[in-house]
């Protein structure tokens, strides 16, 4: 059996995006003419954060929790999460805004983890780092190619270097993943992910995957063979069976030390749940 077509933030920012929000809520508290202009979002805002309650660091809501010294870190990771979905155009309703806040803190205390086979898969960071960071993800999923390729740059460069360790097992058994797959043992995983990532449109066909292997110069008689060797189509079942065992539905889904990360498959707010499982 060989591989077959199938259907188709960085740290800056994250910390950017606090300082702006720092900055739009003194401007809600001071009268500044942007909160009479949005006093709808300031009243959702202040609804959430002055309702939703935290049972894990202080048993109160996001806004006690963080005036509170020292304030709860969860409490204070939630209060700038839920500024940056009320300043969604549209911002969702409080009950989605509920919603999505408890899979965030679910996420920040759960203790249940998944089994997941490390071996074979490409690594990027420090592997003596506190915190894995692992992602499912396809070569045909443009969303996983943006946010594993800013997290990537996160690993590398970022606040996360010499954090945490990335890692990507493939889910599905496509044309890229396979090239992908057989890139490896050659050293060459990332050059292909990163040229893939670049490329707009998505290849499903086994001789443009092929053609655009090669014109990396990352053809070579060991590429050839794992590419169509049926072992390969085989560890790639595997690895999406294990995948769904492990809850992965759509991807990219990530698993930090384990244990999954539910909430927005945003660059952002992964660096944000990966500094948290660092402070811990």
Same mark, same amino acid.
Not at 52 to 64: D, H, V, W
């Given at each position: 059996?060989?591989?077959?077509?199938?259907?188709? &933030?960085?740290?800056?920012?994250?910390?950017? !995006?606090?300082?702006?929000?720092?900055?739009?809520?003194?401007?809600?508290?001071?009268?500044?003419?942007?909160?009479?202009?949005? +006093?709808?979002?300031?009243?959702?805002?202040?609804?959430?954060?002055?309702?939703?309650?935290?049972?894990?660091?202080?048993?109160?809501?996001?806004? /006690?929790?963080?005036?509170?010294?020292?304030?709860?870190?969860?409490?204070? $990771?939630?209060?700038?999460?839920? !500024?940056?979905?009320?300043?969604?155009? +549209?911002?969702?309703?409080? %009950?989605?805004?509920?919603? =999505?806040?408890?899979?965030?803190?679910?996420?920040?205390?759960?203790?249940?983890?998944?089994?997941?086979?490390?071996?074979?898969?490409?690594?990027?960071?420090? +592997?003596?780092?506190?915190?894995?960071?692992?992602?499912?993800?396809?070569?045909?999923?443009?969303?996983?190619?943006?946010?594993?390729? =800013?997290?990537?740059?996160?690993?590398? &460069?970022?606040?996360?270097?010499?954090?945490?360790?990335?890692?990507?097992?493939?889910?599905?058994?496509?044309?890229?993943?396979?090239?992908?797959?057989?890139?490896?043992?050659?050293?060459?995983?990332?050059?292909?992910?990163?040229?893939?990532?670049?490329?707009?449109?998505?290849?499903?066909? %086994?001789?443009?995957?092929?053609?655009?292997?090669?014109?990396?110069?990352?053809?070579?008689?060991? &590429?050839?063979? $794992?590419?169509?060797?049926?072992?390969?189509?085989?560890?790639?079942?595997?690895?999406? /069976?294990?995948?769904?065992?492990?809850?992965?539905?759509?991807?990219?889904?990530?698993?930090?030390?384990?244990?999954?990360?539910?909430?927005?498959?945003? +660059?952002?707010?992964?660096?944000?749940?990966?500094? !948290?499982?660092?402070?811990?």
């Amino acid at each position: 059996m060989q591989c077959k077509a199938e259907p188709t &933030f960085n740290c800056r920012k994250l910390f950017n !995006f606090t300082i702006y929000s720092n900055i739009i809520l003194l401007f809600f508290c001071t009268g500044h003419p942007f909160a009479q202009e949005t +006093p709808d979002l300031l009243q959702l805002y202040n609804s959430v954060i002055s309702t939703y309650k935290i049972p894990y660091c202080c048993g109160s809501t996001i806004q /006690e929790c963080v005036e509170k010294k020292p304030d709860c870190s969860i409490a204070r $990771r939630l209060k700038t999460f839920t !500024f940056w979905m009320v300043d969604h155009t +549209p911002p969702p309703t409080v %009950e989605n805004m509920r919603e =999505e806040l408890d899979n965030r803190y679910n996420g920040f205390t759960t203790t249940a983890t998944a089994t997941i086979d490390t071996n074979r898969l490409p690594r990027i960071g420090n +592997p003596k780092v506190p915190v894995t960071l692992i992602a499912y993800a396809s070569s045909t999923c443009p969303l996983c190619k943006r946010v594993v390729g =800013e997290l990537i740059d996160s690993v590398k &460069f970022g606040c996360l270097r010499n954090k945490a360790q990335l890692l990507v097992k493939l889910f599905g058994t496509n044309f890229g993943n396979c090239a992908l797959y057989a890139a490896q043992d050659d050293g060459n995983f990332w050059k292909l992910f990163k040229a893939l990532k670049e490329r707009k449109s998505v290849i499903k066909e %086994e001789k443009v995957i092929l053609a655009f292997a090669d014109s990396l110069g990352i053809v070579t008689d060991g &590429f050839k063979k $794992r590419f169509k060797d049926p072992r390969t189509q085989q560890w790639l079942i595997a690895a999406k /069976e294990e995948g769904s065992r492990n809850g992965v539905k759509y991807i990219p889904t990530f698993f930090i030390n384990g244990k999954r990360y539910q909430s927005y498959k945003d +660059p952002q707010w992964v660096c944000d749940a990966v500094l !948290f499982e660092l402070e811990k």
